[in-house]
T-cell receptor, first 114, second 111 residues
Framework: DVKVTQSSRYLVKRTGEKVFLECVQD?????MFWYRQDPGLGLRLIYF???????EKGDIPEGYSVSREKKERFSLILESASTNQTSMYLC???FGGGSLKEQYFGPGTRLTVT | DAKTTQPPSMDCAEGRAANLPCNHS???????VYWYRQIHSQGPQYIIH???NNETNEMASLIITEDRKSSTLILPHATLRDTAVYYC????????????FGAGTTVTVRA
């Protein structure tokens, strides 16, 4: 079974803090994704990566950065957390070879910024 | 990607088959139908996908009409753990990797 794990299920941070969210997958997937999910807004793609050290901006990259130093690990960084970044953050991974490959999601991190 | 329409909610009895409809009347010939679900407080889970033939895997069956304008996801023996929001989406091979879920169907399996 594909396993995607995220470092925390729940996280509470203060405004202005630097926040790291970690994601690890164990299926040797080429692609990895960070989404956020908010009520009424659905899933929104923040960043994705199709290879080590490669990244592409999604629809809402502002206020975020990412790092992929190893194939199995994709980190999302909130440089200076703000209250409007309170959300559920979901990491996903998929095999390479095109956008139609199914994506496998982690359990999510519910981040609250106070 | 083509737009999909799903009923907002449905109930199903435990042990019975759950049939989840999806309308995608504007689907084009190279668009695939995908189903994902999301159990409360968990990440979405891939279920199944197809182009025009019916598909079956260990989780579900996907029946696509001959004109491809609608499809049905079938959970053959629903359990309480199948209670979730089910999303039907259509996708075409492109440079756009993101998944876009609509409102989906909230399925409640009752004992």
């Amino acid at each position: 079974d594909v396993k995607v794990t995220q470092s925390s299920r729940y996280l509470v941070k203060r405004t202005g803090e630097k926040v790291f969210l970690e994601c690890v997958q164990d299926m040797d997937h080429e692609n990895m994704f960070w989404y956020r999910q908010d009520p009424g807004l659905g899933l929104r793609l923040i960043y994705f990566s199709y290879d080590v050290k490669m990244k592409e901006k999604g629809d809402i990259p502002e206020g975020y950065s990412v790092s992929r130093e190893k194939k199995e690990r994709f980190s999302l960084i909130l440089e200076s957390a703000s209250t409007n970044q309170t959300s559920m953050y979901l990491c996903a991974s998929s095999f390479g070879g095109g956008s139609l490959k199914e994506q496998y999601f982690g359990p999510g991190t519910r981040l609250t910024v106070t | 990607d083509a737009k999909t329409t799903q009923p907002p909610s449905m109930d199903c009895a435990e042990g019975r088959a759950a049939n989840l409809p999806c309308n995608h009347s504007t689907i084009s010939g190279n668009e695939y139908v995908y189903w994902y679900r999301q159990i409360h407080s968990q990440g979405p889970q891939y279920i199944i996908h197809g182009l025009k033939n019916n598909e079956t895997n260990e989780m579900a069956s996907l029946i696509i009409t001959e004109d491809r304008k609608s499809s049905t996801l079938i959970l053959p023996h629903a359990t309480l753990r199948d209670t979730a929001v089910y999303y039907c989406i259509v996708r075409v091979a492109s440079n756009d990797y993101k998944l876009s879920f609509g409102a989906g169907t909230t399925v409640t399996v009752r004992a």
